[in-house]
């Protein structure tokens, strides 16, 4: 994902001092504001994906928990159902 930014921050950079040629105080404000509000994304990207790779973890230690309760349990014998009875209708 920074590979993506970086593209962006050259672009931006190379925009600036190709076809403005000086920068302005507004255009250091400008690409400031940009750099900040990227870390701002950034930063709560890897929050996100960090909450997410916690509760992965905890649903994969719950499954080999489980996993592992199933196969200590030994099997239980299927019980036998009755054989269901034909019920007579009445021709009459």
């Known amino acids: 994902m920074l590979p993506v930014f970086r593209q962006t921050l050259e672009d931006v950079v ?3 001092l190709s076809e403005r040629q000086v920068p302005s105080r507004t255009d250091f404000h400008e ?3 940009l750099v900040n509000s990227m870390r701002s994304s ?3 990207t890897a929050n996100a994906m960090q909450a997410i790779d916690q509760r992965v973890q905890a649903l994969e230690e ?3 928990a489980l996993e592992s309760a199933a196969a200590k349990k ?3 014998p299927r019980k036998k ?8 209708k009445s021709g009459r």
Do not use: G, L, N, Y
């Open 14 to 16: 190379m925009e600036v």
């Open 31 to 33: 690409f400031r504001d």
């Open 42 to 44: 950034v930063s709560s």
């Open 62 to 64: 719950r499954i080999a």
């Open 74 to 76: 030994p099997a239980r």
């Open 81 to 88: 159902k009755p054989a269901a009875t034909a019920k007579k």
